[in-house]
C-alpha cells in the first residue's frame, strides 16, 4: 500500500453541527499537505458559504479515493465502509462518537496522526467481511457484506422466533429466542458484545454465533472457525415477523421456511492507524478494566 494518498475521501455524520469544527481543520490539513480532499455531498451544508472544497456524491467517492477519512463515531465508519464496497479503500476514523472502538484518532491528536499518515507512517489492519444470502420459497437474494455483524432477530415485541443453524452442513441447535447474531471479531466488541459473547481479536480468522436471549439458559454463544459456513433455517415465526440486517443497516424480511447463509468473503476491509496504536488499551479504556488502568489511559 503506498504511503502517500494524493486522493483522499471525507465523509462524517451528516446533519451534525459538532462535526463541523473537525471537518474544517481536517480540510484546512489536507489543503496544506497538497491533497485533493473529495467531500461527501451530505456534508455540504456543514462547510458554511462559500467553500471552496470538492463534493462528491458516493459513487465518486468509491471511484476516485486512495484513503478515506471518517469523522464520527464506529456506526459512521460502518456506513462509509458500504460506501466501498465496490473497491477496496483504506479507512480512517475520527473519534467523535461515544465508545470508538474502529475510530480511534482523536480530535486533539489528529493534526499529527493524519500528518503521519500522510507521510506513509502508519500501521494497517486487515478486517474480515461476511458474505450472506437469503435463499426463498422462489429465489435467492444477497446481502450486503457485513463488518460486524449479520443479525436475524424478531420484529415484533413478545414474540421469539424458532430456527436452526447449522455449520459445514452439520446440524448444531434448535433455538427458541429473539434472534441470532453472526459476528466477526471487529463485530464481537458491538451488539455481540451486549448479547453476552466472546471478545475476538481481530487478528483472529474466526467468527462468532450469539443467540439473542435464548429460551434455553444453555444456548450459548460459540466461536467458530473464519472458514465456516454457516446456515440459519428459520421454522417459525409464531405470526409474527422476522428480519436479516447487514450492520444494522439493510434489511430483509424473513418467513418460515427461509435459509440465511453466510460466510468469510473473499475480500477485506483495511483500516489503517497511527503507529502506537494499543488495541488493548482500547479495551482497557472503553469498557473501563478497572485495575489495568494506567495515567496514559485516562488522559
Avoid at 47 to 74: F, K, M, N, T, Y
Avoid at 163 to 191: K, M, N, W
Wanted: hydrophobic share 45%.
Amino acid at each position: 500500500m503506498p504511503g502517500n494518498f494524493a486522493t483522499i475521501a471525507v465523509l462524517g455524520r451528516a446533519g451534525d453541527p459538532q462535526i463541523a469544527a473537525t471537518l474544517t481543520r481536517l480540510l484546512g490539513q489536507l489543503r496544506a499537505a497538497h491533497a485533493t480532499a473529495l467531500v461527501d455531498a451530505a456534508l455540504a451544508p456543514l462547510l458554511g458559504h462559500p467553500s471552496d472544497a470538492q463534493l462528491a456524491d458516493h459513487l465518486r467517492l468509491a471511484a476516485a479515493a486512495e484513503l478515506a477519512i471518517v469523522i464520527g463515531g464506529d456506526g459512521t465508519l460502518l456506513k462509509a465502509a458500504h460506501v466501498f464496497n465496490s473497491r477496496p479503500v483504506p479507512l480512517v476514523g475520527i473519534n467523535l462518537g461515544r465508545l470508538g472502538f474502529l475510530t480511534d484518532i482523536s480530535p486533539d491528536s489528529m493534526d499529527t496522526d493524519i500528518a503521519a499518515i500522510l507521510r506513509g507512517e502508519y500501521r494497517a489492519d486487515r478486517r474480515v467481511l461476511l458474505e450472506a444470502e437469503i435463499a426463498h420459497a422462489a429465489q435467492t437474494t444477497a446481502c450486503v457484506p457485513a463488518l460486524n455483524d449479520v443479525v436475524i432477530q424478531k420484529t415484533d415485541g413478545g414474540r421469539l422466533i424458532e430456527f436452526e443453524t447449522y455449520v459445514d452442513g452439520q446440524f448444531v441447535c434448535a433455538h427458541r429466542a429473539d434472534g441470532l447474531i453472526v459476528a466477526t471479531p471487529t463485530g464481537s466488541t458491538a451488539y455481540a458484545l451486549s448479547g453476552g459473547g466472546s471478545i475476538l481479536h481481530p487478528a483472529l480468522d474466526a467468527m462468532i454465533l450469539v443467540p439473542i436471549c435464548p429460551h434455553a439458559l444453555g444456548d450459548r454463544p460459540i466461536v467458530l472457525g473464519g472458514g465456516s459456513r454457516v446456515e440459519i433455517a428459520i421454522s417459525q415465526t409464531h405470526g409474527g415477523r422476522a428480519q436479516a440486517t447487514s450492520d444494522g443497516q439493510h434489511m430483509q424480511i424473513l418467513n418460515a421456511g427461509d435459509r440465511i447463509r453466510v460466510w468469510r468473503a473473499d475480500r477485506a476491509v483495511t483500516f489503517i492507524h497511527p503507529h502506537g496504536h494499543d488495541y488493548f488499551r482500547i479495551l482497557r479504556t472503553k469498557l473501563h478494566w478497572g485495575p489495568g488502568l494506567t495515567r496514559s489511559d485516562n488522559e
